[in-house]
Nanobody, 124 residues
Framework: QVHVRESGGGPVQAGDSLKLSCIVS????????MGWFRQAPGKEREFVAR????????SYADSVKGRFTISRDNAKNAVYLQMNSLVPEDTALYYC?????????????????WGQGTQVTVSS
């Protein structure tokens, strides 16, 4: 069984930075493809960023490109999301997700395990 736990969310002001963490337990973390998603009230869950198994390959949603950075530490079973220059539109529940197989990475349905989410609230 794979367990996923996010942390690091909170209330911040526009322009601030925040770093989310995700710890994954269970099977071999270095075999997992990892992603971050977010969901705002009344909206569908949307892709934010993803990272390959070794950390050498990353992708971002256009809305966060240049502001957010995804990284991972396989020795710590952890993946991170550094968020800079936050804007109110970034307000959402942020989810960390595990994908066991390569391929499409921006679709929530292809991810196998999810955390409970951590809330990020950005005020103007």
């Amino acid at each position: 069984q794979v367990h996923v736990r996010e942390s690091g969310g909170g209330p911040v002001q526009a322009g601030d930075s925040l770093k989310l963490s995700c710890i994954v337990s269970g099977r071999t973390f270095s075999n997992y493809y990892m992603g971050w998603f977010r969901q705002a009230p009344g909206k569908e869950r949307e892709f934010v960023a993803r990272i390959g198994r070794t950390g050498d390959s990353t992708s971002y949603a256009d809305s966060v490109k240049g502001r957010f950075t995804i990284s991972r530490d396989n020795a710590k079973n952890a993946v991170y999301l550094q968020m800079n220059s936050l804007v109110p539109e970034d307000t959402a529940l942020y989810y960390c997700a595990v994908r066991l197989n390569p391929g499409l990475f921006s679709t929530p349905a292809v991810y196998d395990y999810w955390g409970q989410g951590t809330q990020v609230t950005v005020s103007s």
